[in-house]
């Protein structure tokens, strides 16, 4: 099997995590505010992957990047994880998978070429988006639903960069810092986000650990790894599975209702993914000159 097989059958693994995740964060923040709860998973995870997964003597553009990995993805989580606490998992889990859609656009920025097919699967992209935040009109939308569509746009920003980094640098020390700067940027920010709560139930100990250790060590242990051997159109046509796994977890967890408007909201956002990954090209050509 080659590496390329072995990689993006491995972001398929992080994409189921990540989906299934959708239910346990949703549930743990009835018993911790977000910033408290991010940064005791991130906190957590850092330090492990410190002690098993550090090599190496650290540079100083490894930590730099390392970093700005770290803030582009505190910032995903901190309005993805606020926003669960308005809108539903299944929802979430779908506006976030618009940054499916954004990086080709962001990758412009890096001198590729943005294709026709590409400009399509936003498109649809776009159209899914409405069906499932405007089901009745502009003032159903609420602050849930925008703030998952900021952390998709800091998400796409993550999947690009991750891909730019670790054809540079060791994924070891990359995914060891940008997880660790997540955890201390939480922890650094609870002031600003009171009243604070983190009510140690089994419950809640139970997500921190799920997510400390598979949705966040495990998972972006294998994306910066995996992103070495595929692009970063690859990864996300992959992670646009990650919307459907978290809409068929919570469907036979939390019993959510999913009515006809997000199933179609759903197929036309994936239906872009696939267009824009697919037809888009697997690997934009650098704009010459």
């Not at 506006?95 to 498109?123: E, N």
């Not at 935040?133 to 993550?158: E, K, Q, W």
């Not at 201390?184 to 140690?200: G, I, M, Q, T």
Request: with cysteine; charged share 10%; hydrophobic share 55%.
């Amino acid at each position: 099997m080659s590496q390329r097989i072995k990689a993006e059958l491995l972001l398929t693994l992080a994409a189921m995590i990540w989906g299934a995740t959708f239910v346990v964060v949703k549930d743990a923040l009835a018993h911790a505010t977000p910033l408290a709860f991010l940064g005791v998973r991130f906190t957590l995870a850092g330090v492990l992957l410190f002690i098993f997964m550090y090599r190496g003597r650290l540079s100083a553009a490894a930590l730099g990047r390392g970093f700005l990995l770290g803030t582009f993805l505190f910032g995903g989580y901190l309005f993805q994880t606020t926003g669960l606490l308005y809108t539903t998992p299944s929802k979430s889990a779908f506006i976030t998978g618009f940054s499916v859609i954004l990086v080709p656009f962001i990758q412009v920025m890096h001198g590729f070429k943005l294709r026709g097919a590409t400009v399509v699967g936003a498109g649809l992209g776009l159209a899914g988006i409405y069906l499932l935040v405007l089901p009745r009109g502009l003032a159903s939308v609420n602050r849930g639903d925008v703030l998952t569509l900021i952390a998709s746009c800091a998400f796409a920003v993550h999947i690009v960069l991750v891909g730019v980094y670790t054809r540079r640098h060791s994924f070891r020390q990359l995914v060891s810092i940008q997880i660790l700067t997540v955890g201390l940027l939480a922890l650094s920010s609870w002031p600003l986000n009171l009243p604070f709560k983190l009510n140690w139930t089994p419950g809640l100990v139970a997500a921190v650990a799920v997510t400390a250790v598979l949705a966040t060590g495990l998972a972006f242990s294998v994306q910066n790894w995996a992103q070495q051997f595929t692009p970063p159109s690859h990864t996300a046509l992959i992670f646009a599975l990650e919307p459907v796994f978290a809409a068929l977890t919570s469907w036979v967890v939390l019993h959510e209702r999913l009515g006809g408007r997000l199933f179609l909201g759903s197929a036309l956002i994936l239906a872009g993914m696939m267009i824009s990954e697919l037809w888009g090209g697997s690997a934009p050509s650098p704009v010459e000159g």
